[in-house]
T-cell receptor, first 113, second 113 residues
């Protein structure tokens, strides 16, 4: 029972580089989200998706792109990494019937130098 | 502008005693509240929730109390166990279709044997 799987667990980038954080869930959940957590802060929503082909912006979307071509996968793309994007990134999913309870992955710790 | 506030960064209690974690919110449109627990190097896991139409919800050792007039909620853990040592996040959500969960900064609970 894998749940929500995020890869990689750790990543170091140089300013200006691009990369994709992967998120996959095997629970057939319709809703998926990306959050970031900065030191001493709560989690903040970046982007979310309510189903394949449908995405929307959260609280802090700038500098990130997402797409949802399948129910299982919801990758997060950093177009041109900046030091301000140094953070821990969490992917979450939930079924449509569990209105508010999200299931989180273990996170990706990203450092941008 | 923090809409969800956890004013105690840390709390230390003895095993077997009660742990009380507090959370205040400012947005009167919030109608659903959740508590998540997070261990180091893991993603947050759902603990317990409460709808704004209730003032108490209980699940085993965990009870959440909601005081809407004071815009305050609290999580009680009785009896506390060393395995409860973790960071606890309070989160809130507005009525409607938005996926946005607003998180507090978290309270680190340490339960001493």
């Amino acid at each position: 029972n894998a749940g929500v799987t995020q890869t990689p667990k750790f990543q170091v980038l140089k300013t200006g580089q691009s990369m994709t954080l992967q998120c996959a869930q095997d629970m057939n959940h319709e809703y998926m989200s990306w959050y970031r957590q900065d030191p001493g802060m709560g989690l903040r929503l970046i982007h979310y998706s309510v189903g394949a082909g449908i995405t929307d912006q959260g609280e802090v979307p700038n500098g990130y792109n997402v797409s949802r071509s399948t129910t299982e996968d919801f990758p997060l793309r950093l177009l041109s990494a900046a030091p301000s994007q140094t953070s821990v990134y969490f992917c979450a999913s939930r079924p449509s019937l569990a209105k508010n309870i999200q299931y989180f992955g273990a996170g990706t710790r990203l450092s941008v130098l | 502008d923090q809409q969800v506030k956890q004013n105690s960064p840390s709390l230390s209690v003895q095993e077997g005693r009660i742990s009380i974690l507090n959370c205040d919110y400012t947005n009167s449109m919030f109608d659903y509240f959740l508590w998540y627990k997070k261990y180091p190097a893991e993603g947050p896991t759902f603990l317990i929730s409460i709808s704004s139409i209730k003032d108490k919800n209980e699940d085993g050792r965990f009870t959440v109390f909601l005081n809407k007039s004071a815009k305050h909620l609290s999580l009680h853990i009785v009896p506390s166990q060393p395995g409860d040592s973790a960071v606890y996040f309070c989160a809130a959500k507005e009525e409607g279709g938005s996926e946005k969960l607003v998180f507090g900064k978290g309270t680190k609970l340490t339960v001493n044997p």
